[in-house]
């Protein structure tokens, strides 16, 4: 019993970064109809930048703490910046276009990456811990970072499902998202939409890096890998559904920390995609995708 708590608990660690990261994707595509490959980058680049300048507001006599609190602010406005640039730039003029937007970001995430191994340099990055010692909550023991951590995330969560269900934004941002036509006949601004629609999703990636930082090593291609488990996150779960996401992020948390724990992450990791085979095989729009 109290292994499978642990392994619950983990896995609702892992789910809360994977959830913020996949909502940001599950938003573009329930608004713009694109694919982002370049969205890991933008996680990437918060959790950079929180490796990097933490240590050098350490060094000029700040708390760990009010270091990394310092240096995730940076992070965050600096990613969603460069993701209302790309916007503007690129995106603006690919929307519900898949095969330009396709191109583009793929031809954004090799720009990125190069940039960042070529100023930040290839070494793994780490971030001191902000705090020390160890929880014990019914039998299972969890350091007090990752608990901090994890209860940030799912407080950002939540409070993001609530802006997407209980807010005008947020229905704005559904109506859009089934029929972005009818919307626009109803007096919903969809170019100013979709503009904050990407400017929420950077963000989320962002805030997902910066609270990743901490608790993981950073290199300059770490988005890649979260991008490749966050789009299996909204396929399992449906492609521009919010709860989608959610459901699709804890499944590969689980199957991550069970797997990990009784076999070994390569086992955990084809689990993944045999999962994945199966939802498209059952349910070719996810569980929670619509026709």
């Known amino acids: 019993m109290q292994t499978a708590l642990q392994l619950i ?6 789910g809360s970064i ?14 713009m109809k694109i694919v982002n490959f370049a969205h890991g980058q933008f996680f990437t680049l918060s959790a950079l930048l929180v490796a990097a300048l933490v240590p050098w507001f350490a060094a000029h006599g700040y708390s760990v703490t009010l270091a990394y609190l310092f240096a995730a602010g940076i992070g965050v406005v600096a990613s969603v910046l460069l993701g209302m640039l790309i916007y503007q730039f690129g995106f603006r003029f690919f929307q519900r276009d898949l095969a330009g937007s396709f191109i583009l970001s793929t031809g954004l995430v090799l720009l ?14 780490t ?9 014990n909550i019914f039998g299972v023991n969890l350091t007090s970072q990752r608990l901090l951590l994890g209860l940030v995330a799912i407080t950002a969560t939540g409070a993001m499902y609530w802006v997407l269900s209980a807010t005008r934004f947020g229905k704005a941002m559904r109506a859009v998202s089934i029929d972005h036509e009818a919307a626009m006949l109803q007096g919903i601004p969809y170019k100013r939409l979709a503009f904050q629609g990407f400017a929420v999703a950077t963000f989320l990636a962002a805030v997902a890096g910066a609270l990743l930082a901490p608790i993981s090593v950073i290199t300059p291609v770490l988005g890649s890998d979260y991008l490749i488990k966050g789009f299996i996150a909204v396929i399992i779960g449906g492609l521009g559904s919010v709860p989608g996401a959610i459901i699709g992020s804890l499944f590969i948390a ?16 084809l689990a993944i995609f045999v999962l994945v085979m199966v939802v498209l095989l059952v349910k070719p729009n996810g569980l929670l995708g619509s026709r």
């Open 18 to 31: 994977y959830i913020l990261f996949s909502l940001g994707l599950t938003l573009i595509f329930g608004v």
């Open 112 to 125: 990125l990456e190069g940039a960042f191994l070529h100023y930040f340099g290839g070494a793994v990055r």
């Open 9 to 14: 608990v983990t896995a609702l660690q892992i």
């Open 254 to 269: 689980m199957i991550e920390s069970i797997g990990g724990f009784y076999f070994d992450p390569s086992v955990a990791n």
């Open 127 to 135: 971030v001191p811990p902000l705090v020390s010692g160890n929880v």
